[in-house]
């Protein structure tokens, strides 16, 4: 094998080797990014189960202040709403982050 020879092949397999790298390199920042969305929506959905939280407690406050009422349980409508609104975001809150946490290991 000539000196010429031997150089192809070398420049042959560093163009093989940087192309995999390449798409290596392209397929982990995809990751990272669709990951960072993950977390994102994560927290867009920890801050709407805030808002909820609050509505509750303002519901509440409503309720033993201008209702003047003694008790109240979740059943009284305006607290069962919120209280399935709270699950609606909880159950999702649990899936993004199960996604995310499959993601990482993958």
Known sequence: MTFGERMR???EQGWTVSKDLAAKAGAKAQDLGERGILMLEVKQLEYQ??????RLGNEAYIAFTEQDKNTIDRDTVEIRTILEEIAVVKDAIEKKE???KNRKQG
Request: glycine share 0%; aromatic share 0%; no cysteine.
């Open 9 to 11: 092949d070398v420049l």
């Open 49 to 54: 189960a805030e808002k909820l939280i609050s």
């Open 98 to 100: 199960a996604e995310l």
